[in-house]
């Protein structure tokens, strides 16, 4: 998109000579300006001339001069002289002549110059003329304006909520100006750079971003606010920003095949890892949004350890692009053995809905080693000799083990280990080789720890007895090891407190069964802890010695001190001849006299002196220990031995032996460096691992321990000085705090502390100086005093949502340990509560930083609110005896009664077919306060149950609703979709009552069972009825009643309409069983299907039903043939030959047809099928067809038809049994009755009732005329129907029977039975005995019909004799042409129009009127209305014409073929009268010879006549009866007021001469004289004119309120007697009287009664009149409001303008209509009659 600065408007020209400026106040775009100029800018011709149609300047400033030259270039053949009309604007200027020449093939230059004086659009032209015409060249300026070029739209990319996104587009300055631009713009959308100047032709990149806050579309306009630089920014664009934000969704999913399907990963199980070794797995972040989601790993608040996580995950934070997986990988490194590492990974990601946590857990497993024996026995052997033992040590774990014997194996102990230390790989072992050498003749026994790196050490007790040729000691066993507690390591004496209670998961403690095992069982033997002796040795340390912290009491052997240190803090040189010495003191606190015995190795720079010395009981004693290096610069470390034995006193012979006891150890750790002096010492190459202890549990002493590898080439050294220490320095004790580490091997260090409150945050600095340097290494230990607690979700509260009484509510609630300890909880509830709520698990075990998920249960017993507090006791795990801490919980929950309802309380179904099912969603609320528990019970109602028939398929009764869920639990405020399935099994109406009853959580009822909803629906057949039919072709005449009894249609629809059986029902098609038998198919329905009869190779009969379906469901129906019907296959194998009567029926096929076949109707649709008989064999034929709905009714139906020979008269009998209308005896004159005869043959058929049977059948009943025959002897045109017309008069109220036979001439005689009944005098008649079942409405259009009724017949009623009665019906012309109709009316039924004209989808009025004549009568009459298509009665006339033309033509003209004749009599003369031509004589012959050769001679020349159109028949039935009318007000008195009485003159009533055409002499109808249609003109006129005055109808309202006066006056006329009952001869009598006094009169009408004066005729035709006028008007009011010329619904008193004059009315346009085509019908009959065949 281009946008403009506006700019002045431009100059232009008014008129075609003259310029002046005109304003452009339309801003329109740059590129529309350059896509106008583009079109016109290219050379184009003129005149012969090749020029551009304008000159455009773009780049101008004002007040300079801008010159474009226009060239005009001569294309022709001729030189072109142009006339020139320069610009006439003062801006635009040219300097050539105002005449041109310009030479064919030549060019022409003419410079324009433009000067502008200020900036605006300057627009002007030339023009050029010559003799062939003129042209314009246009000029236009455009004035530089800022123009910016953006585009109309930026879609930013799809982004997830809290996240950005950014787009770039380009702004490109368009214009020749440096243009400044600022841009405004809302949130969520960000423009950068917000403002700049853009130098001509510049493009500049602009940055959208895009930071939604919410998942919204998002549509907003970024304004530019654009002008040139230093002026206004007057001008503006838009770019549409749009953008879509969605939120993010990350889940957690492991990568393994059986964890591909959980969305969620919410655990990641490292197993047991040996420490030292690393474990990784990895787990996806999946994102399943359409957004990028970025996110960032975090740990859970408080979990991340105080030295770090042993969980490493290789990512922390990243992206996710939509449907993709970033794989993630954790790697678990255990630091400390034996425990249990737990912690929680949280993705976050911003915007996202979900967060999900991933818990991370492992287990450390350490080193597990064990000896094949905890006591090595050397025995006894001579001084000076050696023995060697064997023992395996094993490690049964999958980590290393690191292990070192606290023993010196250089020649300063008796026993030696070898390998001293060393690594054991998992699930390995090593072998120990155990050397003893003892020096001096006495018993040995020293108890040795094995130290192991991140498990607690072993302990091997070694034993030997040493004698020589003068002193043999008594022999030291095992059994005196077990009497007495061996003196355990210094480790475990300083360790042996700790184990009462104990450490985190982080220390190591001594056990309890170790501590068992080794207490001393004497009382004179007592250990002290590390942190009592430093006490009370820390005051007597000296510089050069450390104190000893491990000594025993004063009660026992003691040293001090226990460590010596030799030039580690000298400043001097060593020399050679210098002997270092230090003393050391043993002290006896013991009762009795002990023996000293320090074991000196060879070789060795440190010697003890003296070796050997008693001490008395509570003595001490000194010892001098040397250090007298061999070498110089060495490094050397011993630990010295000291054995102090038991001196045992001599006993006698009678006292028993003493117990032997071992002797105690003693050691004194010694280190030294021979360096000389300014002689740097070896560089430390070792490593303490690990640098950083954390001790954290309770106030509980703990070791660790630290593991120092000595990797380089030389000795190494190391001691701990407390000099220089602090007082929380000194608490931490390391063991040993001095030591020699050889190359190679590695020393393990034990620190011992008690977590404290006050130990600072940074930790305690633990430094060890290494080979007596400057070169030091720390240990950093973090004390951390963990204080027993646990985390409680939701503050310590928990809450529950309202639970309905005598139910459970579960909530999850989380709780955390908190420590960095393993602790143990268990829940107390009060015993009063303990109903109410429980929790699972309520006991168990929380590793550190470990979360459990808790379940708890509320079951309220009544409506309140509950307030309980539950407490929670947590310990630790490792210490039973610790004081248990309780944490107290609220839980509050309320109990109230919970309750569903049904959206809609009534639901109804479809109706559905019997066998299939129907679903449908009932929406279940809980609107209450509470979750509930239900089930669900159906109660079944059945009405108008209609089962089959055949009682082998009645079942039992079921529910015919099934729910798909019986029993749920709905949440409060929620919504439940339940689904029913109706399933019905018969056809009846069902209703259902749906009730819930609340259920307990073990699933007791609660309640009494509530009305949910009720629900109603149908199971249903499919079903059909015919609702019309009509016929055509050579039936075409027989009317739809006729037809109605030919096809059975009554008994037809109740089949149809009938309950089908279980076999019907469940196929689709009829089963066929055999070929042979006939009829095919056992089937109980079965019909017959007349189609007449008609002569041979005439038109088919075809007759057409309408079926409908009344159902509510669609139907699928089938006519099959017998070659449709299905055929057992192994009868088809069968070989046999086909019978007679197979043969026949595959011709009969032939002749019957059917169309459609098959359809399906939905519900309230028709189709109309037609079925045809063609007649083109001889004789009776018969088929059967069968008609099969599918699930529903098979029906045969038996199709019957006659084909006759040309010359046979033939009468079709549709039945030989007729019954009569019944007859009241007593009458005074019965009904006549009619029988129709149907002439189905081709000729004439001339019919005689036989008077014989009717005279014997008189002279059997009193010689009274039982039944008579007024038409006895007749003739039936081909195809027509006649009717018999009867009268039955009984003598009794019976049935009678009676066989009349109808004799045919030159036919068969046929007997025929009719049935009359006679009905008594206390007989009430229905006036529903005249209507018919045949549907008298018809709703669609038949096919092949081009117009049809509103309705097929038309029932009057009863009605007494000489009235009149009017019906309305319509005729739709449904085709797409003009169609002309015509009524063939009877003398007693006139409708009006008769004829007429309809257009296409033309609907008119008719009025008919039906007129009972004097004599009682059972109408039956059959009115047809003929339907031409007007165009091709237009062409038959056309056709007709030219036929008669070429007649005359033929007539008055001939040919002579005479080929005889000379040539000069053919020759035509030049002058003289013309030759006369003369005609051939006829040869003389007979004359109807003649006639029959000049008609085949007119046949010839002529050709045939053309032959009018058919037409179309509809068929009107009109049914009546007429009474009498002293009948008639005893049978209905309360209809004869709603009857009008014609006032026609009568004759008397013969009943031979009534209703045959043929033999009635009815008098002519009364024939409308133009005085009676004068005044009826005229009184229609004042009284429509009276009707629409308002003075007139404001009258009508005034005289209203007058009261009515009435003036009798004087009449010669007696009142009608009303006449009594009377019985027999009398009453007859009397009606006779009163007959005859009627035809007396001789009166137009009357009344009845003997005494009746009448007036002059003259006097009773006003009456007569006014009756037609009143007629006459209302049926010109409904006629218009169907025309839709009068609404009867407005009040049509308010305005008479709108209403047509009385000289428009309908009824003279339709009186010149019918004029009209009376002129017509005539010329018809005149053509008809000059034709020679008519």
Known sequence: ???????????????????????????????????????????????????????????????????????????????????????????????????????????????????????????????????SGSFQVFLQAIAPCPALEVPDTVLLPLCAVHQSASAVFLLKNMSKLRTYFKWECSEPFQVSPVQGVLQPSQVHHITVLFQPQSALLFHKHAYCNFGEEGGETNSCCTVLLQGVAKYPCLYLRSPNPESKNDPSCSELNFGSVPIGKSVQKGFDIYNPSHVTAFFSLTRLSGGLPLLGSEFICDINSGNVAPGETVSAKVTFVPTVADSVSVEYLTIECKGALNQTVLKLTGDSAGPKLSLSSSVVDFGCIKEGDTCSQTIEMVNSSSAEATYQWDLDCTGHSVFS???????????????????????????????????????????????????????????????????????????????????STQSDTQALCFPVDERSSRQLDCSSVTFSTPREDNDRHCSTWEVDSLPTALSSPPTQVSVVPSELLFHHNSSSGLSSSFTLSKAVTITNNTSVKITLVWTNARNSPFSISPIKTDLSPLKSTSFRVSYNPKEPNTLHGAQLECLAVKVMQQTTSDEDEAPICPPWCVIVRVIGHSFELGKEHFYPCCSLEPNQLLFSGLSVQSYQTVLLRNYGDQPLTFCRNLNDSSEQEASVLLVPRCGLVQPGTHQILTVITTPKEDTPLEGIKLRLQFNATQHTKEITVFSVLEKIGMSLEGGGTLYFQDTSVGSHAERTHLIRNICRMPLCFQWTIPESDQDFISVQPDTGQLESNESLLQTWSFSPMEEKTYIIEPLVSVWPVKNLECEKTVIPLKVVGTGSKGFIQAVREFVDMEDTLVGCSQSVVVSLVNNSTCSV????????????????????????????????????????????????????????????????????????????????????????????????????????????????????????????????????????????????????????????????????????????????????????????????????????????????????????????????LSGMLLSGQQRAVQFSYSHVLVGTHQLPIVLKISHGREILLHFQGVTLEQERPFLYFLTRHHVFTPVMIGDLTSPVQMYALYNGGGIPVHYEVDAGVLSQLQENNFNQPLLSCLNPVGEILPGKTASLE?????????????????????????????????????????????????????????????????????????????????????????????????WNLTKVVHIYPEQGLLYPGESIFCVLTFKATDYPTVYQLDITCQLTQKAALDQYYDALQRWEQERKKQQNEFTITDRDLPASATAVPTKGPSLCKYKILPPINSKSARAEQRVQSDHVKVGARPVPPQNTLLHLCVTARSYRFQEFIRNFPDQFNSHYRCFLSIKPPCP???????????????????????????????????????????????????????????????????????????????????????????????????????????????????????????????????????NLTENSWTDSSSYASPGTRRYSNDKVQDDRETIQDEQTQHDQQASPSG
Request: net charge negative; charged share 20%; proline share 7%.
């Open 1 to 131: 998109m281009i946008a403009e600065s506006r700019v002045p408007k431009p100059i232009g020209s008014d008129t075609q000579w003259k310029s002046s400026i005109t304003l452009n106040n339309v801003k329109h775009s740059r590129s529309e300006q350059k896509h106008q100029r583009h079109a016109f800018s290219y050379g184009s011709n003129f005149l012969g001339l090749e020029t551009k149609t304008e000159l455009v300047w773009e780049d101008w400033n004002e007040g300079r001069e801008f010159t474009k030259f226009l060239v005009l270039k001569n294309i022709g053949l001729k030189i072109q002289k142009l006339q020139l009309r320069p610009p006439v604007s003062k801006f635009f200027t040219i300097s050539v002549s105002r005449i041109i020449a310009i030479s064919p093939g030549t060019s022409f230059s003419i410079p324009v110059t433009f000067t502008p004086f200020e900036r605006c659009n300057y627009e002007d032209s030339i023009e050029f003329q010559s003799k």
């Open 417 to 499: 280990i070898q390998p001293q230390c060393g690594i054991v790989k998992q699930q390995s072992s090593v072998k120990l080789h155990i050397s003893y050498l003892p020096t001096m003749p006495i018993a040995y026994h020293r108890s040795v720890s094995c130290l192991i790196l991140q498990a607690e050490p072993l302990f091997l007790d070694l034993i030997g007895t040493c004698y020589s040729d003068v002193q043999e000691p008594a022999v030291l066993t095992q059994e005196h090891l077990s009497e007495i507690k061996k003196e355990p390591s210094e480790i475990i004496s300083a360790l042996l407190r700790s184990y």
């Open 1552 to 1686: 031979k001469t009534m209703l045959c055409d043929t033999h009635l002499d009815w008098p002519p109808a009364e024939t409308p004289t133009p005085e009676r249609t004068f005044l009826e003109h005229v009184i229609t006129s004042l009284l429509r004119t009276i009707l629409y005055d308002e003075e007139f109808a404001q009258s009508l309202l005034s005289l209203a309120s007058i009261p009515f006066t009435y003036n009798a006056r004087a009449s010669s006329s007696v009142p009608l007697p009303t006449p009594e009952p009377q019985n027999g001869q009398e009453e007859t009598k009397a009606l006779l009287d009163i007959l005859d006094s009627q035809v007396d009169s001789k009166r137009s009408a009357g009344c009845l009664g003997t005494g009746l004066e009448m007036k002059p005729d003259i006097e009773l035709v006003p009456a007569d009149v006014c009756n037609d006028i009143l007629l006459n008007t209302l049926q010109n009011l409904m006629m218009e409001a169907v025309r839709g010329d009068f």
């Open 1286 to 1382: 009867f009268i039955f008069s009984p003598l009794e109220a019976k049935m009678h029977s009676m066989d009349i036979p109808i004799h045919i001439q030159d036919g068969d005689t046929t007997l025929l039975r009719f049935d009359c009944c006679g009905l008594g005098p206390q007989t009430v008649l229905s006036s529903s005995d005249t209507k018919s079942s045949i549907p008298c409405v018809r709703r669609i259009p038949l096919p092949g019909l081009g117009a049809f009724l509103s309705q097929d017949s038309v029932s009057i009623g009863n009605m007494p004799v000489g009235t009149q009665s009017s019906r309305v019906i319509f005729l739709m012309n449904t085709s797409l042409k003009e169609t002309l109709y015509k």
């Open 933 to 1156: 528990s239900f089930t669900l019970s159906v109660e079944q109602t059945l009405q108008d149950e209609q089962t089959h028939q055949d009682p082998e398929t009645e079942t039992c009764m079921q529910t015919a609703l099934q729910l798909d869920c019986q029993s749920e639990t709905m949440a409060s405020q929620s919504t439940r979709l339940l689904r029913a399935t109706f399933r019905p099994d018969r056809q009846a109406q069902y209703q259902w009552t749906i009730s819930y009853i609340t259920l307990s959580p073990n699933g007791v009822p609660l309640s009494s069972p509530q009305p949910l909803c009720e629900m109603r629906a149908k199971g249903v057949f499919p079903t059909l009825q015919v609702t019309d039919a009509c016929s055509r072709g050579t039936v075409a005449w027989l009317n739809k009643a006729y037809v109605w009894k030919l096809f059975s249609v009554d008994s037809f629809n109740e089949q149809l309409l009938s309950i089908p059986s279980p076999v019907e029902h469940t196929y689709t098609n009829p089963e066929r069983h055999s070929m042979r038998t006939y009829p095919t198919i056992l089937i109980k329905a079965m019909l017959d299907f007349n189609f007449s009869s008609a002569p041979l190779n005439s038109e088919p009969s075809t007759f057409v039903l309408v079926f409908h379906n009344p159902g509510c469901i669609p139907v699928e129906w089938t006519f099959l043939f017998p070659d449709d019907q299905q055929v057992d296959f192994k009868q088809w194998t069968q070989a046999q030959e086909l019978c007679h009567n197979e043969l026949h029926q595959m011709e009969v096929v032939e002749l019957f047809n059917i169309s459609p």
